[in-house]
């Protein structure tokens, strides 16, 4: 099986893909397939924004095939709430592609994937980095946070799959 | 000139496509081209409400060849934010098939199209609904009010478009 995480964001949304062989009684056999960001630059328009997003992430779903898209639950409460609905507009984009992909989406809890990642609910983004390095065995620390930050919600999703067999 | 003017949501996505004229020293002559809403049920997962969504307008584009899709302009403050984010959802949906299509993406502020249609920056929805049928010559009351907002926004695009001529 493979998990598709991503992290929605209009300046960088991160992805990783991970394959997951699932053991009785026993953590999943997790390993990296890919993972990247896809930065759009402020000074082109939203529709060109999205657009690229949308072709490139369509691009790693063709390359890597994944069954599952996986992204973090929306949180009730923004500080800013201008920038959690331009959030919501790359989060869409991403929503949508797992509907005309055919991709099961799976909405994993913010403290679920910090948990799944470090053993607690309160991990920082370098702690993540760290552990997520660590899991998949990588030589050096997945950059920029974003590539960690996917990487941990599809990780999350892994766990919570082995939860529901 | 073609304006398709979108009034995004997750439930309700109201559009309409207006042709304009431009006069000089006039006020531009604008027509009804085509109108509706598209439903999308609370019992389908959001991967899949976005896709018929995307689709749907995607048709809508197709079938009547728009040169502007238009929208309002985002707030800075709204009362629910988590209703606001998946409203975002939508509406990066709908910016995105601008970047898909080719079409100019345009943001008119909220008071601009109460403006536009009702003379003041503070009309009602049942205002607008009976302005819409007046400026457009319609038979019936443009319903639900999601079209006829949809039809405000392509009609103060279409008065802004003057204004740059």
Redesign the interface.
């Known amino acids: 099986m493979r998990i598709l995480g991503v992290d929605p964001g209009l300046r960088f949304t991160g992805y990783g893909v991970i394959s997951v062989e699932l053991k009785k009684g026993s953590f999943p056999l997790i390993q990296l397939v890919e993972a990247g960001v896809i930065r759009t630059h402020q000074n082109i328009?939203?529709?060109?924004?999205?657009?690229?997003l949308?072709r490139s992430l369509s691009d790693v779903i063709q390359e890597t095939k994944p069954d599952i898209?996986a992204i973090e639950k929306?949180?009730?409460?923004?500080r800013h709430?201008?920038t959690?609905?331009?959030?919501?507009?790359?989060?869409?984009?991403v929503?949508?592609l797992?509907?005309?992909n055919d991709?099961t989406?799976m909405n994993i809890a913010s403290t679920h994937v910090k948990k799944a990642v470090s053993g607690h609910g309160h991990a920082g983004k370098a702690q993540i980095q760290r552990m997520i390095q660590h899991l998949l065995g990588l030589k050096q620390l997945p950059e920029p946070p974003d590539v960690a930050d996917a990487l941990a919600v599809a990780i999350a999703c892994a766990h919570q799959q082995r939860a529901v067999k």
């Open positions: 328009g939203i529709a060109e924004r999205l657009r690229r949308y898209l929306l949180y009730a409460h923004y709430p201008a959690a609905i331009l959030m919501g507009h790359a989060r869409g984009v929503c949508l797992a509907g005309t991709l989406l």
